[in-house]
DNA sequence: GGATTGCGTAACGAATCGGTTACGTGTAGA
DNA sequence: TCTACACGTAACCGATTCGTTACGCAATCC
């Protein structure tokens, strides 16, 4: 159980899917997060469910029968704002790159 | 080769150390990136550096011996201003978790 | 030409992943 | 209490991941 981070939480297209849901309905019951997916049946939605809980991004609680996920946007933003900033912060700057491409690779030591 | 996107890159600690050091220092040669790690040996780093390229998040460059890598910050910009920016401009609310915790679990039909 | 350097690849093994089916458990309702 | 529902978990499977060591190959240096 080593890397339960919000980069592993997102790294499968399934789980981003799930996220997108909790996103757009505030909160869902497991078994109408699984009724979304035809890709996977309700047993594995349960275990990415798990995934996601664990990694922190997502938060559960009981009501009756029902399990009700709701999203935690913190892990997430931390990631936007934090390591992938240093990132998007960079312009392509095609003219380095144009230039690269006409003199040819530079040499070094 | 399925998933072979930039959630896929970001998604191993070693691959996101790989990606700061070429943030870092511009360019770099394949050797020179292998010397930083002490936790993989130069054939696993050349490995993640493959699946790099092949996520199209750093580029590479033969001159003479040596194997020039750079970044390309495009596909993590897409992701910062796509898909993660979405969580990212949720506030986390308190008053709202507040409130819930307050008056129990929602009850739905 | 022969040795050295820089780097990729093949082959292998342990661990993890993502999916499945079958089952167990707690709550709700008749 | 008996039944139905919602959900998690166990067990199993094939595929992938991430690390290793051994090797091959092209370029450089003498």
Known sequence: MSARDAFTAIADPTRREILDLLRDHGELMAGEIASNFASASRPGISRHLRVLKECGVVSAER????????????????????????????????LKALRRRVEGPKRRA
Chains 1, 2 share one sequence.
Request: proline share 6%; charged share 25%; net charge neutral.
């Open 63 to 94: 009501d009756g029968q029902a399990q009700i996920y709701r999203l935690n946007p913190r892990p997430l933003r931390e990631i936007h704002d934090g390591w992938l900033a240093a990132f998007a912060r960079m312009q392509v700057d095609s």
